[in-house]
């Protein structure tokens, strides 16, 4: 199999990496990264058989993928009853989640670590007969084992934003090369749509964006009434998935709705929370009153601001907050966020101008007059007030954007993967 230079010399430099590998994970599971118990697996070295019958491999890289993939195994599943999945991810929350999600006959592996070694033990000792791969992240080794062993891919939900088409354009050879690999490709939009052709020069279906059509996990029963007892009548409202940048313009538009309801809470959730020191600095520079949900207390009367610090509440936030600013759109440069997650527990949706990275779904938002979009402080703040007073986006203009803007994503993905498992042609 002759490979572009560019990824022979990527091939090269893991293998000469590997014997770092050890020490890697040991730091990594130090920090909470990674599972002490299961760290063989990222070595490619699983501790359990292969199931007999037909195995489909699915890969989604953190939460969000992992969610999607978790309803594409729960839907194929109900259709062929008889397959075994293998879903493999590679992070500690993503696993404590697709643990408590999968079905029956789904089971859950790391993802080895992007090694030639590694990749090979791993689809040699799986043999799977279909992989499937979810949105973005390709793992070059992975790629080139699965295809030496002749078993048939398919990328689904696949998303790229223009820095990634971008960077891909540089090494046209080599993502020729990886992304001719799939004998289907399902792009979530129409910009990753041109983008993939433009590359490859073969047709990518448009298949719609199936995180509009997965089930998010609901949050816990008993502490989302414990929050909300807690609470009270105060107005609560989200800044969800924060970045540097955009805390500043999110608490001056507290300290504004403060001004007006001394009795306001804003439930602040920076998208790293490894910056929640920082994050606290700003909040006291504000003179805000604020406890961080790592410390186990809960907000008092006092308290203006609560930083979520940990990770995997999300969606209990959500389903606090009336209104939530979906983050990473009040500054340019990183794309924005995805608002389906919210819709979804119910809370109306507030966005920055710079969400290019989901235009496609955001232009179903403002069709069906489904978010609020705020530009600055004063903005934002007259955003809160407008749902706070109950004339924001309803609940069904959400529910009517998503279907607006899946196109039956489920349905088309299901189908293709069925024809690949069938040995028949894809559509493209």
């Not at 002490?36 to 890289?61: F, K, N, S, T």
């Not at 020729?176 to 993939?196: N, V």
């Amino acid at each position: 199999m002759s490979l572009p230079p560019a990824l022979g010399l990527y091939r090269t430099a893991t293998r000469l990496a590997a014997p770092l590998l050890s020490g890697l994970l040991a730091r990594r599971t130090r920090k909470g990264k990674e599972d002490p118990e299961r760290r063989h697996e990222r070595l490619g070295r699983p501790d359990r058989a292969r199931p007999d019958g037909l195995l489909v491999w699915m890969h989604g890289a953190s939460v969000g993928e992992s969610l999607v993939v978790a309803s594409v195994a729960e839907a194929l599943l109900a259709r062929r009853p008889q397959l075994n999945i293998l879903v493999t991810s590679g992070t500690v929350t993503s696993a404590r989640l697709l643990a408590a999600r999968l079905p029956e006959r789904a089971f859950h592996q790391y993802i080895p670590v992007d090694t030639p070694a590694a990749a090979r033990r791993f689809i040699t000792h799986w043999k799977p007969d279909l992989a499937v791969f979810a949105e973005s992240e390709l793992w070059p080794n992975l790629i080139v084992e699965t295809a030496r062993q002749e078993t048939p891919m398919a990328l689904i939900n696949a998303r790229m934003n223009d820095k990634s088409i971008r960077s891909w354009r540089r090494r046209p050879d080599t993502a020729r090369w990886l992304l001719g690999r799939f004998s289907w490709i399902g792009a979530a939009d129409t910009r990753t749509r041109d983008g993939l052709e433009d590359l490859t020069g073969v047709p990518v279906s448009l298949a719609g964006n199936l995180k509009l059509e997965a089930r998010p996990p609901a949050p816990d029963a008993v502490e989302l009434d414990r929050i909300r007892t807690a609470l009270g009548n105060r107005p609560v409202w989200l800044a969800g998935s924060t970045h540097e940048g955009e805390e500043a313009i999110v608490l001056d538009a507290h300290l504004k709705l403060l001004a007006g309801n001394p009795a306001a809470l804003l439930i602040l959730a920076p998208r790293h929370p490894e910056r929640a020191a920082a994050v606290a600095r700003l909040i006291a520079d504000r003179g805000l009153t604020t406890v961080r949900r790592s410390e186990q207390r809960l907000p008092d009367a006092r308290c203006q601001v609560w930083l979520a610090d940990t990770l995997g509440e999300m969606m209990l936030w959500y389903a606090l907050a009336p209104a939530s600013l979906i983050a990473g759109s009040l500054v340019p440069g990183i794309g924005g966020h995805n608002p389906v997650e919210a819709s979804r527990a119910g809370t109306a949706v507030i966005t920055g101008p710079h969400a290019a990275s989901f235009d496609d779904l955001f232009d179903a938002y403002r069709r069906h007059k489904a978010a609020i979009e705020a530009a600055d402080a004063e903005c934002l703040a007259e955003a809160v007030r407008t749902i706070w007073r109950g004339d924001g986006p309803a609940i069904e203009a959400a529910e009517a954007a998503l279907a607006d803007a899946s196109g039956g994503a489920m349905e088309t993905t299901l189908e293709q993967l069925e024809c690949l498992l069938d040995g028949k042609a894809v559509r493209r």
